[in-house]
């Protein structure tokens, strides 16, 4: 991995919320460390504009960060299996289906704790939880990730959503929740 580290973000490019700005002045300082790494950015919105220009300003622009554009649901699976990890710093998720995705993908994930990542996000087994706007520590994490990249075996990752989402699982925290058995 340290030949070439190739993190993928895919979200909807509004700044406000999917902290977009924050990411590319992680990058620019995480390449001080390794400089072979790159970010894709798939995905269109409002603030596309500013965000190009920032990761302009800050000479990442097509060397280290690459703006891809809206991927097509059918295209997907092919975009996950290109890449070392999936990161996602947002300002508030309720659930994230694209980190969800990166798992079930085999990815190891860096995620802000923002609502809804934390769920189901193992910190240390199938990725990492930052705190929102922590830049220290959203590069150790990154570091972290690195330097433990072999102990993210892809089938072990991806089994971590499957058995916590499983339809046994869901089926008996449903049964417990509305305590259906002393209901008859």
Request: glycine share 4%; net charge negative.
């Amino acid at each position: 991995i340290h030949n070439s580290i190739k993190l993928l973000t895919i979200s909807n490019l509004k700044d406000n919320h999917k902290n977009i700005s924050f990411l590319l002045k992680v990058i620019s300082e995480i390449i001080k460390i390794y400089p072979n790494i790159t970010l894709d950015i798939y995905g269109e919105g409002s603030d596309k504009k500013m965000l190009l220009q920032i990761a302009k300003d800050l000479n990442l622009l097509n060397t280290h960060v690459f703006f891809k554009g809206k991927i097509d649901n059918n295209d997907i699976s092919d975009v996950y299996i290109q890449y070392h990890a999936f990161i996602l710093l947002s300002k508030f998720e309720t659930f994230s289906i694209v980190t969800a995705e990166a798992i079930l993908h085999g990815l190891p994930v860096i995620v802000s704790k923002c609502g809804g990542p934390e769920e189901y996000v193992i910190h240390g087994v199938n990725g990492y939880l930052v705190e929102i706007n922590n830049l220290e520590q959203t590069i150790h994490a990154i570091q972290e990730l690195i330097s433990n990249y072999s102990n993210f075996k892809p089938e072990l990752v991806k089994n971590t959503l499957i058995e916590k989402y499983s339809v046994e699982k869901v089926y008996k925290q449903f049964i417990e929740l509305y305590d259906i058995e002393k209901s008859f």
